[in-house]
T-cell receptor, first 114, second 112 residues
Framework: GENVEQHPSTLSVQEGDSAVIKCTYSDSASNYFPWYKQELGKGPQLIIDIRSNVGEKKDQRIAVTLNKTAKHFSLHITETQPEDSAVYFCAPSNGPGGSYIPTFGRGTSLIVHP | EAQVTQNPRYLITVTGKKLTVTCSQNMNHEYMSWYRQDPGLGLRQIYYSMNVEVTDKGDVPEGYKVSRKEKRNFPLILESPSPNQTSLYFC???????????FGDGTRLSIL
């Protein structure tokens, strides 16, 4: 099955700094790459995703970059704010021809200090 | 409003007393899944269902059962709960293909 690793497991930044979280996967057939944000007391929610035919996608302060050759994709958050503090998960999956079943990384706890 | 609803949100019970956590989605999604979340271990998949009457084991299925008699519902059953099943549980659903998952708000189970 897919092996997914996220780094770092914890990331502490000052408000206004940038944060980068990296997700490495093993299945070369993976072609859908989402990032989820989990706030305290809630379930994870999609914040951005990218598909394999695109190298980068941006939505205001967040962006995702994909390197299919090296089998990793990264979440970039610029101008961090205290409300960005949460746990972030990557969850690559494969398809068509594959199962479309996502495999979650272990999560990165982002702490933004005011 | 599109949502995944889990009940109960919190439950404290004792070893061996059968319990069911319900999950319902209103988005007509084919795929549904159960996860447990434990500190340092992230989200681990218990069972998933690709459609009605089709269920498969995830990474940690031992001690759990599921059923998918209707498209919208996917209950998680603990026939004889044990303390090592104390955890935070999430139900999720998604449409076919490369689609994001929609999660419920979680059920915190404590088995004494």
């Amino acid at each position: 099955g897919e092996n997914v690793e996220q780094h770092p497991s914890t990331l502490s930044v000052q408000e206004g700094d940038s944060a980068v979280i990296k997700c490495t996967y093993s299945d070369s057939a993976s072609n859908y790459f989402p990032w989820y944000k989990q706030e305290l007391g809630k379930g994870p929610q999609l914040i951005i995703d990218i598909r394999s035919n695109v190298g980068e996608k941006k939505d205001q302060r967040i962006a995702v970059t994909l390197n299919k050759t090296a089998k990793h994709f990264s979440l970039h958050i610029t101008e961090t704010q205290p409300e960005d503090s949460a746990v972030y998960f990557c969850a690559p999956s494969n398809g068509p021809g594959g199962s479309y079943i996502p495999t979650f990384g272990r999560g990165t706890s982002l702490i933004v200090h005011p | 409003e599109a949502q995944v609803t889990q009940n109960p949100r919190y439950l404290i019970t004792v070893t061996g007393k059968k319990l069911t956590v319900t999950c319902s989605q209103n988005m007509n999604h084919e795929y549904m899944s159960w996860y447990r979340q434990d500190p340092g271990l992230g989200l681990r998949q218990i069972y998933y269902s690709m459609n009605v009457e089709v269920t498969d084991k995830g990474d940690v299925p031992e001690g759990y059962k599921v059923s998918r008699k209707e498209k919208r519902n996917f209950p998680l059953i603990l026939e004889s709960p044990s303390p090592n099943q104390t955890s935070l549980y999430f139900c999720a659903s998604k449409g076919t293909g490369d689609q994001p998952q929609h999660f419920g708000d979680g059920t915190r189970l404590s088995i004494l």
